[in-house]
């Protein structure tokens, strides 16, 4: 399983758990076990908060490797053109000539 997957899964575990400890406490409001202490804050919402932040993590992943993937097919297309072509061949200066031919007259 990639680590993306795993951000997505995790994602949905925390969907379901804030879902259900926001239901359990609106089923049992006299019931104060599964809240922030002074606040009266459930912690379903925290368990929301971790889902939101796991999406994130999802997405970001999702998009790094999308637009990574894109650079090395733009990368790998321009060498394959520039594979096919050749460099003019640049004149010879007769200054720099060392072959073996001798100097014309």
């Not at 680590?3 to 926001?22: D, E, S």
């Not at 796991?54 to 733009?74: D, F, G, I, P, T």
Request: hydrophobic share 45%.
């Amino acid at each position: 399983m990639t680590p993306v997957m795993l951000n997505l899964i995790m994602a949905i575990i925390w969907l379901a758990a804030g879902c259900a400890l926001l239901a359990w406490q609106a089923l049992h409001p006299d019931n104060p076990i599964l809240v922030i202490r002074g606040t009266g804050i459930s912690f379903g919402w925290l368990a929301f908060g971790l889902a939101v932040y796991n999406l994130v993590r999802w997405w970001s992943s999702r998009s790094y490797r999308r637009q990574r993937r894109a650079l090395e097919e733009e990368e790998q297309r321009r060498r394959r053109s520039s594979r096919g072509k050749s460099r003019p061949a640049a004149p010879v200066n007769p200054d720099f000539d060392f072959s073996d031919k001798p100097p014309e007259p």
